[in-house]
């Protein structure tokens, strides 16, 4: 056996890439490994969302550099969004990398590989493919590496947000045949999964560029029905797409967890505009309204970026004021950097100094921190249930879990407990998590 390592980059699509990069080497006799200095093989799943994402890359690579002079024969790769962006730059920017594979290039991983070995080439592989069938697994069931698993159901984007580089990187939609879907979850399920977390740009337009195909709502509808399975949540949204069937799926479907994430990006309508996200605060307010009237218990989160080329100070307030509007319960917050080859780094000037970017991201996250720790400290004296993923990161003795609406408990229990639904009472609340007592496991009172 060959050892492989990967170090990943950036978001859940990412994390479901590199699981699919370790299936197919796996027929080639390499087995992961945490220690890089065991590696035969190394890879770097990377991010371009952020410009801080993509300069990680090239530290990492730097640092592997002499790592690759003591190995001469260590392979090192680079694949995701990075390696999509800059394709045979990347070999003449770092000499001491071997190959370079695009988003829809992780089944020819093993050519390439060949090609290093067998005939000393620097393959480049970045070609972008219409046939979904490059998205499906190799043949068997999936592994099951716990009780929670992530299925990719679509790849790519159409909507061309003036900010976003992901349809540059992703391409264009394209959806996995839902029959394929399924039978994935059904086969994770058998194999212990409780919870799957189907991942997408826009998952909400599934099935829209495929004739014939299930729509999203009812994807959820079919998955709703696997036996077996206990938990079903989706990630990311676009809110154009928030249609009333979805908001329906959320009071009907009993799997489908009281949490969507629906990102904003900004509160002002003309920044919204300039980002060319096609939707209005008002609009944007309406679904969020309509959702609570079907669904009250949603908890929602959110993606803001602040200091978006010609930002105004009156602009940043109308962002401060949507938070405190829909009182998210968590966010994911970032400073403007122009991406490359995205409309915005093409037509406007990244304007808005970097010091005033610093101080409205640091108002946002501390407004959001107030917010957050009010509606966790709501939920003190209450009853949640948990899937427990293992070992808590806070307290020895801890397990950790999520509750349908996302929150994340810590309460003292052995972590032989993983994988099972336990009822705990909250007993106390940070802005990031709760803790809990535990009452009862599978409907067993607890000794």
Known sequence: MKGLYIQTYGCQINQCDSDRMARVLGKMNYTLTDNVEEADLILLNTCSVRDKAEQKVYSALGRWRELKERKKELIIGVGGCVAQQEGEDLLRRVPHLDLVFGTHNIHRLDRMLEEVQSLG?????????????????????????????????MQGCNKVCSFCVVPYVRGREISRPSDNIVREVRELTRGGVKEVMLLGQNVNSYGKASQGELTFPELLHKLNGIGG??????????????????????????????????????????????????????????????????????????????????????????????????????????SFSPR????????????????????????????????????????????????????????????????????????????????????????????????????????????
């Not at 329906?248 to 505009?273: F, I, K, R």
């Not at 803001?304 to 940043?316: L, R």
């Not at 709760?434 to 067993?444: A, I, S, T, Y």
């Open 340 to 447: 490359p080859q995205t409309v915005a780094a093409k037509i406007y000037r990244d304007d808005v100094p970097s010091e005033i970017k610093k101080q409205r991201l640091e108002a946002v996250l501390n407004l959001q921190q107030e917010i957050s720790l009010k509606k966790n400290r709501e939920r003190i004296g209450c009853v949640e249930e948990i899937l427990v993923e293992g070992p808590s990161k806070l307290r020895q003795g801890q397990i950790m879990g999520r509750t349908r609406t996302n929150r994340i408990v810590n309460a003292m229990g052995p972590e032989s407990l993983a994988g099972e639904m336990v009822a705990v009472r909250v007993t106390g609340a940070s802005a990031n998590s709760l803790v809990g007592e535990m009452l009862k496991v599978n409907q067993r009172e607890v000794a």
């Open 121 to 153: 080439k620097r393959p480049v592989e970045i070609a972008f493919y219409r046939d979904p069938s490059y998205m499906e697994e190799l043949e068997g069931a999936p592994e099951v590496k716990g009780p929670k698993a992530f299925v990719a159901i």
């Open 229 to 334: 399975l206990e938990r079903i949540r989706f990630t990311t949204s676009h809110p154009e797409d928030l249609s009333s069937e979805l908001i329906e799926a959320y009071a009907t479907l009993d799997l489908l967890c009281e949490h969507l994430h629906l990102p904003v990006q900004s509160g002002s309508d003309s920044v919204l505009q300039r980002m060319r996200r096609g939707y209005t605060r008002g609009e944007y307010m309406g679904k969020i309204q309509r959702l609570r009237d079907r669904c009250p218990e949603t908890a929602l989160s959110t993606d803001i970026i602040v200091g978006f080329p010609g930002e105004t100070e009156e602009e940043f307030q109308a962002t401060l004021e949507i938070l405190q509007e829909v009182a998210y319960d968590e966010i994911y917050a970032f």
